[in-house]
Every structure is written in structure tokens, then in C-alpha cells.
């Protein structure tokens, strides 16, 4: 393998695969206790999760975004 090849192969960088998530709920208070809930066990739930973000976007929904190494994690 030529070397130009090879240093190629070392630099390539490779992006990570993100999910975005609109949630709804009955209500404020389940939205806040679900995404408590999912807080205390993320990594448990989603073992390959590099990064987790809830917003809330009305009085009962929500935008998550989490971030995984690749789209297979």
C-alpha cells in the first residue's frame, strides 16, 4: 500500500450518527418525570450513547437529540 494511502487511512475521521426525537405527553408532569427517569438511566437503557439533550418545545413536548458512535450503536 502506497504511503500516501496509508496516511490517509490514519487522518480519516469519521462522524458520529445523531438522532433527533419529538415526544409528546399527557402532561407536564409525566414529561418531567420521564425524562428524570431516562436521565438516572441512560447508559443503562442506551449503553452506546456518547451524549443525550432534551429541550422542551410546549408545555407537555419535548426535542431529544442523542448522539451514538455509528448508526449500527
Known amino acids: 500500500m502506497p504511503l500516501l494511502a496509508v496516511?490517509?487511512?490514519?487522518?480519516?475521521?469519521?462522524?458520529?450518527?445523531?438522532?433527533?426525537t419529538m415526544a409528546e405527553f399527557n402532561s407536564r408532569a409525566e414529561m418531567h418525570?420521564?425524562?428524570?427517569?431516562?436521565?438516572?438511566?441512560?447508559?443503562?437503557v442506551f449503553p452506546e450513547i456518547l451524549m443525550f439533550a432534551a429541550m422542551e418545545t410546549a408545555e407537555n413536548s419535548q426535542l431529544t437529540i442523542s448522539v451514538y458512535k455509528d448508526k449500527d450503536a
Open 7 to 20: 496516511r490517509r487511512q490514519c487522518w480519516e475521521l469519521k462522524m458520529a450518527y445523531a438522532r433527533v
Open 33 to 44: 418525570g420521564a425524562i428524570e427517569e431516562l436521565g438516572k438511566n441512560v447508559k443503562s
